[in-house]
């Protein structure tokens, strides 16, 4: 698909010339932090509490160290609500820095405690796994013969 | 679009991004809460278009750029996390030692000469990034009302051969930022493998201010190219208002030695720099990294000045046993190393050997197409005046 001679579209796409509306259910957060330093083979971490984690969701947990690969993903097997305690299948592949307080009063106002952001939502766009050519959401205007923007 | 996840999403070796906006100009766009994840190329671009939001986004191991503006107008980035936005799968080439270009946040950065207007980009977190947390112009020299770009976060941030900067800014090629003066504002940086804020392009005066600098093994420096008005006397990189703090709590090689380690010296600041020529914000040369090794001539000219530094928690070695040094020459200038004007600069909680390490001249200097027969001596010429 090209939309003009400037853009290509490609192909595997979900291709947007006007508006498109998608709401997703909201969730609680968008990441919170590890109140406790996790290592390698752990099945467990805590989170803050009432974050509304469901079992399946799938969590992100960023690297602390200097390294930018060590991160983790995980898929939920249990959460604490009271608690913050979040059970996994899989072991954490790293160590991740946490702290039961925010480390702003040591840092200047900086919390270094590791991101735990939520990957999961109800509404999912899925590209497939071929030859490392999934799928688009491209959005650009198309211009009509009679030079109407659309 | 609210609250949707997408993943397996773009092309590789492609500009394909996941969610790709281009040539939009008509209409606003708003892309809020979503989810990018585990994609095979980028994970937003958005180029030629203008009026696009995207706040409170989640993206997650893209390749090898969360996101890109590109010749953009009115684009807001907003509360925004990149989590470990890693390499291509080919992303350096030990042959013809030609890097990629990448970072979490590429701000009209990507093409040379790049010219945006009226970009937003605030309150975002590059958690992990092969080369760059962000690359990003730099503001108007003065104007902390800025919003281009401000109360940032890079951490993490590492990458093949000798790359990791939490922010590289560069003067805007939209403005007169060259001839007069260019400064970057209100961002941090922690555990980045290089500075965790940079700069070393053309200009006469470059300024850091207000900024949070933790455990980076380079700390944080200025550099500039100036050749035609070397001897200026305006010339000047100019550091204000920086807490540079030494070793974090988060470990450097945890017990299950998984991590990738970094057993190495660190350093609180490298010295300001003037050299015929600088670098570009994506540099693309193995030869040319670190971002601040020198590759020109020195100039003769520049002066660095520090305004109510703060460097605070470094003792005397690192975790490791290896050296804390707050201030330290640098490996990769053996011309000339301006004179550093400290003015209330305070030390809190340093142990007395970390303060200063003066590198020898390196030995492989003395060649006659570098130094001569002798090494470069600036290592041996360095004012700190406090």
């Not at chain 1, 604490?80 to 925010?102: C, I, M, Q, R």
């Not at chain 2, 850091?208 to 380079?218: A, E, K, P, Q, V």
């Not at chain 2, 090794?293 to 530094?309: E, F, H, L, Q």
């Amino acid at each position: 698909m090209v939309y003009d001679n400037a853009i290509e579209a490609g192909n595997k796409l979900i291709a947007n010339v006007g508006t498109v509306s998608m709401y997703g259910k909201q969730r609680k957060f968008k990441f919170t932090r590890l109140t406790q330093s996790v290592n390698k083979g752990d099945k467990e971490f805590f989170v803050a509490p009432n974050l509304g984690i469901q079992t399946q969701d799938v969590l992100a947990i960023a690297p602390t160290g200097y390294f930018f690969e060590a991160s983790d993903e995980v898929v939920v097997e249990s959460y604490d609500e009271t608690t913050g305690k979040v059970t996994t299948l899989k072991g954490l592949d790293t160590y991740h820095f946490g702290s039961p307080a925010d480390t702003g009063s040591k840092y200047n106002g900086v919390d270094i405690r590791a991101e735990v952001a939520l990957l999961s939502r109800s509404i999912k766009i899925v590209g497939e796994d071929i030859e490392s050519w999934g799928a688009q959401i491209v959005t650009s205007d198309t211009v009509e013969s009679d030079l109407t923007v659309r | 679009m609210d609250n949707v996840e997408i993943y397996n999403a773009s092309q590789a070796n492609t500009e394909k991004a996941a969610i790709r906006i281009q040539g939009a100009t008509g209409k606003s766009h708003s892309i809020t809460n979503c989810a990018i994840h585990n994609g095979w190329a980028w994970g937003v671009n958005i180029a030629s278009s203008s009026n696009v939001l995207m706040k409170d986004n989640v993206v997650f191991r893209m390749k090898p750029f969360s996101f890109v503006v590109q010749t953009s107008r009115n684009i807001t980035l907003d509360s925004n996390i990149a989590i470990s936005t890693v390499p291509r799968e080919k992303d350096y080439d030990k042959i013809t030692k030609i890097v990629d270009k990448e970072a979490a946040f590429a701000i009209c950065s990507k093409k040379d000469n790049d010219r945006c207007s009226d970009i937003s980009v605030v309150n975002n977190i590059a958690a992990g990034a092969t080369y760059a947390g962000f690359i990003v112009p730099a503001h108007d020299c003065g104007d902390y009302e800025q919003k281009l770009f401000r109360d940032n976060i890079a951490h993490s941030v590492w990458g093949e051969p000798s790359l990791g900067l939490g922010a590289f800014f560069f003067p805007d090629p939209a403005k007169n930022h060259i001839t007069t003066c260019y400064e970057a504002s209100r961002f941090t940086a922690y555990k980045c493998m290089e500075q965790g804020a940079f700069m070393f392009m053309d200009g006469i005066q470059a300024k850091l201010t207000n900024m949070t600098m933790i455990d980076n093994r380079h700390g944080v420096g200025i550099q500039l190219a100036q050749k035609e008005n070397e001897y200026s006397e305006k010339i000047l990189m100019e550091y204000n208002d920086i807490i540079v703090y030494g070793d974090s709590e988060i470990l450097d090689c945890p017990a299950d030695k998984n991590d990738k380690c970094t057993k190495q010296n660190k350093v609180g600041v490298i010295p300001g720099a003037v050299a015929h020529g600088g670098k570009d914000p994506h540099i693309t040369g193995a030869s040319a990294l670190p971002p601040y090794k020198i590759k020109k001539d020195g100039s003769w000219g520049g002066k660095t000045v520090w305004n109510r530094m703060t460097f605070k928690d470094f003792k005397a070695t690192t975790p490791l046993g290896l050296k804390n040094s707050i201030i330290s020459t640098s490996k990769y200038q053996p011309d000339y190393t301006p004179t550093v004007t400290a003015k209330d600069t305070r030390f809190i909680n340093v142990h007395e050997d970390s303060v200063a390490y003066i590198r020898p001249p390196e030995p492989g200097w003395a060649n006659v197409k570098d130094c001569g027969d002798f090494p470069c001596t600036a290592p041996y010429n360095v004012l700190f005046k406090f």
